[in-house]
T-cell receptor, first 115, second 113 residues
Framework: NAGVTQTPKFRVLKTGQSMTLLCAQD?????MYWYRQDPGMGLRLIHY???????AKGEVPDGYNVSRLKKQNFLLGLESAAPSQTSVYFC??????????????FGPGTRLTVL | AQSVTQPDIHITVSEGASLELRCNYS??????LFWYVQSPGQGLQLLLK??????LVQGIKGFEAEFKRSQSSFNLRKPSVHWSDAAEYFC???????????FGIGTKLQVIP
């Protein structure tokens, strides 16, 4: 199993450009998440999904959109990139066993620079 | 809403010394608690987790953590640190049965020979 994979690993954008980050997981997990990691701020939740076709806003959703058309994929879009979106982006997935909550599995990250 | 405090942003220890990383949380009930480790340029890897039961939890790589309800703490410990333990460590909390996790800002561990 590859676990959680992210594409691309690095990207440089100019202000105003758009792009999509792809997250894929092969563990059949119901839940998927997008985080951004900035120095001194830990990980902050951007958007998350509790199942195919459903998404919800996290802590810092402004400027981002997401889609979960297939259970194994979770896309993060930047419609008009801004320098404040320079960050490292992590995707994660998790699963449920009855009423039990389970830990999140993380991808390797995408380092995005917006000039 | 829950919150997590990691009061130490940076810690330096000598190889072979013991380690304790502090984590305090704020939540009305007993939460799900986690410690993750992040090596440079990598994603986060789970070290250990606490859901219920025994308050002393064993994890991978020789780490353990103790849940203390009275102190709202979940401190991470290792009796003897190895140079390969140099990384950033994140404490995280989630309400029971719910999926939204709150992470602390992390503690960066430096290990000196």
């Amino acid at each position: 199993n590859a676990g959680v994979t992210q594409t691309p690993k690095f990207r440089v954008l100019k202000t105003g450009q758009s792009m999509t980050l792809l997250c894929a997981q092969d563990m059949n997990h119901e839940y998927m998440y997008w985080y951004r990691q900035d120095p001194g701020m830990g990980l902050r939740l951007i958007h998350y999904s509790v199942g195919e076709g459903t998404t919800a806003k996290g802590e810092v959703p402004d400027g981002y959109n997401v889609s979960r058309l297939k259970k194994q994929n979770f896309l993060l879009g930047l419609e008009s990139a801004a320098p404040s979106q320079t960050s490292v982006y992590f995707c994660a997935s998790s699963y449920r066993q009855g009423a039990s909550y389970n830990e999140q599995f993380f991808g390797p990250g995408t380092r995005l620079t917006v000039l | 809403a829950q919150s997590v405090t990691q009061p130490d942003i940076h810690i330096t220890v000598s190889e072979g010394a013991s380690l304790e990383l502090r984590c305090n949380y704020s939540y009305g009930a007993t939460p799900y608690l986690f410690w993750y480790v992040q090596s440079p340029g990598q994603g986060l890897q789970l070290l250990l987790k606490y859901f219920s039961g025994d308050t002393l939890v064993q994890g991978i790589k020789g780490f353990e953590a103790e849940f203390k309800r009275s102190q709202s703490s979940f401190n991470l410990r290792k009796p003897s640190v190895h140079w390969s333990d140099a990384a950033e460590y994140f404490c995280a909390v989630a309400p029971g049965g719910y999926q939204k996790v709150t992470f602390g800002i992390g503690t960066k561990l430096q290990v000196i020979p």
